[in-house]
């Protein structure tokens, strides 16, 4: 339950540290990740920098979510907490709009529904994941002693 605790804790404080970077910092930090992708020798004839920038972003924002969902699921399951379903996705939801809202402050930053949806999401695959491989745990390791 603490590792969850905090990994919760640490994933919230990487989003409202990359959330309160302005509109010039948050494009400089992902075109350098963007760049490093854009090296493979295949990708330039596909699309375009700016395409591949965009993919980049919200990629990212579903990866930071997928990682929250991880921790969330964690502590629920420690907290035998019921219908982890619905209040696992629902909670990673509650706190991608609150993270949405707070860049309505941020210069140059704006919300997006897009990118509560894609949170969400990211939340969603960070619960099924761990759902999976628990279920994988007691279904076949667990049997096999």
Not at 1 to 27: C, K, N
Not at 107 to 122: A, F, H, N, Y
Request: glycine share 8%; with cysteine; hydrophobic share 50%.
């Amino acid at each position: 339950m603490v590792g969850s605790a905090v990994l919760v804790v640490l994933t919230l404080v990487a989003i409202w540290r990359f959330s309160a970077q302005d509109a010039s910092e948050s494009s400089a930090l992902s075109g350098k990740l963007t760049q490093i992708v854009a090296e493979l020798p295949w990708l330039e004839r596909v699309m375009s920098f700016e395409a591949l920038d965009h993919i980049v972003r919200k990629f990212a924002h579903g990866t930071i979510y997928l990682i929250l969902g991880v921790g969330l699921t964690g502590v629920a399951i420690a907290q035998k907490t019921k219908l982890i379903a619905w209040t696992v996705p629902l909670t990673g939801m509650a706190l991608a709009m609150m993270d949405e809202f707070h860049q309505r402050f941020v210069p140059g930053r704006g919300p997006s529904m897009r990118d509560v949806l894609i949170d969400t999401l990211g939340v969603c695959l960070g619960m099924l994941l761990v759902l999976g491989l628990r279920w994988c745990y007691y279904h076949y390791w667990c049997r096999q002693k």
